[in-house]
């Protein structure tokens, strides 16, 4: 079956007991990097500021690997394909301040490969700080290419393969908007799906809502995950990055691959799926208003940490969808917390805390 939208034979309403999701899961290669399970933490103190829902923290910062983060389950994956591929490096590309690229060289060091990455220069630049001091650290070979564009980046991955290619190395890309890596890497959010269910289960709990900072990976394996289970929960992905291809297409197209490689009839379309641009502000990377007051508010009020780029515009959807009563009181709500903290301290001009002008 090529990698494209559903066919007529795959459902969006095809359920599987989670046994059999689980099986199928475990036919897949994958190479063990993650601290699992991460905890699903109650916030008695941030659903009272909001007087909203009960919110529930799933900690997916807390998964280990240099500083964890969301990217890691779906390293677990990639790098066993590539590993498998009888690769030497890995080749793979986003902003300078990229979380998929830090945990990518921590994969890397870990299971004795190298790393090459083509880094977009961005909002934050060659800084050595936060992500990018991370990937020096880690040794990883670094690229910086100019502009803000990450929609070069299969041109310039290509380009670097094959010059590593040329210097004798067996170079395995991490594609970007790569249906196969986006498909490979998706598998390890079903899989944290079958672990919120487990969690939940033991809490007696079901949850009304998922929020999450979702590009297409993670929330395409959250929504197929959900929805294979038949769990009912509203998924809403938070987009940081505007794109030439919408959201939901590609995230149609994400869980095309993801069942190929399950063996399961169950595909979505992109009317299937949440997923708003509402948060982004002036663009991908600069810190809004709101992502500023949903840092503090679930610092102050839990000790949560969340990051610049992706998680406080997340936070910031869960928060103005509660006081617009979207979410409502007495409902659950998930928010998944997709890690980037490291990011945070290459943002301390754009945090604007000083100390005597803290607030
Ligand atoms: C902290 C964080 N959250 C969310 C995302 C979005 O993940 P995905 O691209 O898998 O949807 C990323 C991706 O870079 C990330 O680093």
Redesign the pocket.
């Known amino acids: 079956m090529p990698d494209t939208a559903p066919t007529a034979a795959v459902r969006s309403n095809a359920t599987v007991a989670p046994a059999a999701l689980a099986e199928a899961l475990a036919r897949q290669p994958r190479v063990p990097l993650a601290h699992l399970p991460t905890p699903l933490e109650p916030c008695p103190r941030l659903s009272a500021a909001l007087g909203g829902p009960d919110i529930l923290v799933k900690r997916d910062d807390c998964t280990g690997l240099a500083f964890g983060?969301?990217?890691v389950r779906?390293h677990e994956f990639l790098f066993a394909a590539a590993l498998a591929a009888g690769a030497d490096t890995v080749v793979l590309g986003?902003g300078t301040q990229?979380?998929?690229c830090r945990q990518a060289s921590a994969a890397a060091a870990k299971l004795g490969l190298k790393v090459a990455l083509v880094l977009v220069h961005g909002v934050k630049g060659p800084m050595i700080q936060g992500n990018l001091l991370l990937d020096r650290v880690l040794d990883a070979d670094v690229t910086v290419i100019p502009g803000t564009d990450l929609e070069v980046l299969p041109a310039h991955l290509a380009a670097r393969a094959e010059a590593l290619r040329a210097e004798g190395r067996k170079p395995y890309v991490f594609g970007w908007a790569d249906v196969t890596t986006q498909a490979i890497?998706a598998l390890g959010y079903v899989n944290a799906v079958l672990e919120l269910y487990a969690q939940l289960q033991a809490m007696g709990r079901a949850a009304d809502h998922i929020y999450?900072?979702?590009?297409?990976?993670?929330?395409?394996g959250v929504l197929y995950g959900v929805r294979a289970l038949g769990l009912g929960a509203r998924v809403v992905?938070i987009n940081?990055l505007r794109t030439s291809v919408a959201r939901p297409v590609e995230m149609a197209r994400i869980a095309g691959g993801i069942g190929e490689r399950l063996g399961l009839p169950l595909g979505l379309t992109p009317a299937d799926v949440t997923s708003t641009d509402d948060f982004i502000g002036p663009g991908y990377g600069i810190l809004t208003p709101a992502a500023r007051e949903a840092i503090l508010m679930a610092g102050r009020t839990e000790g949560l940490i969340l990051?610049p780029?992706?998680?406080s515009k997340a936070m910031a959807g869960l928060i103005d969808h509660v006081r617009k009563g979207i979410v409502r009181k007495g409902e659950t709500v998930v928010f998944i917390h997709?890690?980037?903290t490291p990011a945070l301290f290459a943002y301390a001009d754009d945090l604007a805390l000083g100390l005597r002008d803290d607030g």
Do not use: I, M
């Open positions: 983060g969301n990217k779906q986003a990229s979380n998929w890497g999450l900072a979702g590009f297409d990976v993670t929330p395409t992905a940081p990051d780029v992706y998680t997709t890690g980037g």
